[in-house]
């Protein structure tokens, strides 16, 4: 059976917490294919005194926008003994807008373009990467972005919802807040909808920013391992998510907000949590407004009137919760990266 060492790095946005890309795109991907008995992989940090004995275990490598010296050293004994090298790329990682914290990843562009030329593949995540990314590796492959639903959800599960209470939203974000020119507009509606609703509270997930001493609401939960989180939110009770990203009104960062990935639709919609999101292309790309999420502008008008309908209409957010479930379960499952990946792996 083939044997994958999947590599684990810490988040180039938070020291202090291993990466959810490579949880979400490599070892998700790889636990639903060992599910399946088609291969059987381990995780092992980049820098571990170990990881030399675990290459000659392995028949492949995967990485996902590692940058690091110790991942190239890694990745050039790999070559040296014929392990064959997938490297994963989720992330516009050649630049990064000025909301984020992830300046190291810049200073090592050579440690990047080292690794894409050691890997026998570099796949990418979505389409946009895929038509940009070309003056950084030759013939890279797209594979999409999916849920290992099933490792979550009973095939049993009725669907059935029941919001806790107090009544919470939750708010997911890894790095900084991802607006600019709409960022005081954002902070208001938040703290204009919680004066008006006393009663609720923002759980909120992900790294601290700023900001957020003046959401006295907030209650902040640091980092979750990937699989820990999905399960969070399944058990939360949500009334609604709210996702904001930049859009048109920032254009310094669109092409990078472009080149991102709508994991938090993914992963909400497994969870059945409905959610409000900014009008930016990559959930335009995927939330039928309505239907699977609400699609806002980023100004007060449209994300007051979208959380104020949100909190109003239990029918529409049951709707949101089966249809976005649905969707996902039928256009986002994690078999047609599985099946992709393995193909990959497989090419020896």
Known sequence: MMKVLALQRVSHVAAD?????????????????????????AAIAENHERVDSALEWADALTLSKHSSPAAVAV???????????????????????????ATKVAKQLDGIRELMSLADVVTVANQNLL?????????????????????????????????????????????????????AVLLRVLQDFFHQHPDYLLDFYGDPFPEIFSLPFLHYTSRKQYPDYVQALIAGGYVFSITPLGGAEDPDSLFFNSCKNPFKYLNYGTARVPGIYSRSPIYEDCVKDGETGLLVDNTYESWLDAMERMAADASLRNRIRGDAFDDVCRSHHISRSAEILLALLGNG
């Open 17 to 41: 917490a291993l990466s959810l890309s490579v949880e979400a795109r490599m070892t998700e991907t790889l636990d639903f294919l060992s599910d399946k008995g088609m291969l059987t992989f």
């Open 75 to 101: 990745a050039r004994r790999a070559r040296e003994r014929g392990v064959r090298i997938v490297y994963d790329v989720d992330d516009w990682i050649f630049s990064f807008p000025s909301y984020s914290n």
């Open 131 to 183: 038509d940009h990314i070309g003056e950084y590796c030759a013939r890279p492959i797209l594979m999409p972005n999916g849920m290992y639903v099933e490792k979550y959800i009973a095939e049993n599960h009725a669907g059935a919802v029941r919001e806790l209470q107090p009544p919470r939203i939750v708010f997911t974000n890894a790095d900084l807040i991802k607006v600019n020119n709409s960022k």
